[in-house]
């Protein structure tokens, strides 16, 4: 990305999204920043466009991606996504937006547990999913609901799902692939620096593919 760029990013005070935001400020890009609490960011930084709220309020969606290039959701709750597909219900309101105002780029930042539209899992990732992380099906259905929605009524957008590998913050340990069966427990960071790579990637476009480190 050479020339500047406006980057609409959900879930901008996360673990991932906060290095994601960062990159792109330090690359000289403008970041639009949906947060409930805008006192995680800096307030005040260059290029830096923050709107309070949440996903699950009402929003004028069409005016949140207005002049925006890009649309990167990197959005997760675990406890209201046991009981409501919240991030299903926003990317069908944000998806027309985006049509009306000529956003055609997204990325959706979905768990590596989460099966892919008309995919599975293999039988250890489904083993993982249904006993150490039981407590995280609600987000995984809310994210398996996303990727059937753009797989079947969002094929004009040029969206790109990552099924990441998040651990925990931290250095880096590498530089991110993408995959269809390799699959690596990274960090914040690099999920952060695969994400912001990816989106520009039109051989990524209309996938749900894993990422991993190359060299393990």
Known sequence: MTQQSTFLVLGATGGTGKHFVSQALGDGHRVRAL????EKLAAGAKNLEIWQGSITDIIDTDALVAGVDFVVSMLGDVKLQRDAKINTAFVQKLVPSMRRRGVKRFLYQAGGLSRPYQGRLTPLLWAIRNTLVRGYNGQHED??????YLATEANDIDWIVHRAGIGSDGPTKGVLQRSKTKFSVATHRDCAAYNYRTIMDA????????????AT
Not at 35 to 38: A, C, I, K, S, Y
Not at 143 to 148: F, G, I, L, R, S
Not at 205 to 214: A, E, N
């Open 35 to 38: 947060v409930r609490t805008p």
């Open 143 to 148: 994210n398996e609901a996303v990727m059937e």
């Open 203 to 214: 051989s990524a476009f209309h996938t749900s593919d894993f990422s991993y480190y190359s």
